[in-house]
C-alpha cells in the first residue's frame, strides 16, 4: 500500500483533528494530491486538493474555511488539518493522487481510509 491516511479519531463537535498521509511509493511525485470523504450511504465526495509544490490549494464548499490541506516534501506526507468540526463531517477519509484539478476531481491512486467521527 503506497498511502495509508491516519490520525482519524473520535472527537465533539467543535473539536479538531489533523489527519496524514505518508508516501511510500512516491506517488506524491504526482502534480495533485488531495483527500477525500465517504460517509455511510453516501458517495465519495471532494474535501481537498494540493498541488505537488504546495503553491496551490483548491477546497469543497462545504469546507468553508475549517480544513487546510497542506504539503510536507521532506516528510513526503500530506496533511489535512481540520477545525471547528461538525457531526455531518463524520465519514472516511482518504488522501489520493494524481488528481485532475477541479471540482469534481478524478484521482488514478488511492490510499486506504481513516474513520473521522464527530459527536454532537
Known amino acids: 500500500v503506497q498511502l495509508q491516511a491516519s490520525g482519524g479519531g473520535l472527537v465533539q463537535a467543535g473539536g479538531s483533528l489533523t489527519l496524514s498521509c505518508p508516501d511510500s511509493?512516491?506517488?506524491?511525485?504526482?502534480?495533485?494530491i488531495g483527500w477525500f470523504r465517504q460517509a455511510p450511504g453516501k458517495e465519495r465526495e471532494f474535501v481537498a486538493l494540493?498541488?505537488?509544490?504546495?503553491?496551490?490549494?483548491h477546497y469543497a464548499d462545504f469546507v468553508q474555511g475549517r480544513f487546510t490541506i497542506s504539503i510536507d516534501s521532506a516528510k513526503n506526507t500530506v496533511y489535512l488539518q481540520m477545525n471547528s468540526l461538525k457531526p455531518e463531517d463524520t465519514a472516511v477519509y482518504y488522501c489520493?493522487?494524481?488528481?485532475?484539478?477541479?471540482?469534481?476531481?478524478?484521482?488514478?491512486?488511492w490510499g486506504q481510509g481513516t474513520q473521522v467521527t464527530v459527536s454532537s
Open positions: 494540493i498541488s505537488r509544490s504546495g503553491r496551490s490549494t
Open positions: 489520493a493522487a494524481d488528481c485532475s484539478w477541479s471540482n469534481r476531481p478524478v484521482c488514478d491512486i
Open positions: 511509493g512516491r506517488t506524491f511525485s504526482r502534480p495533485v
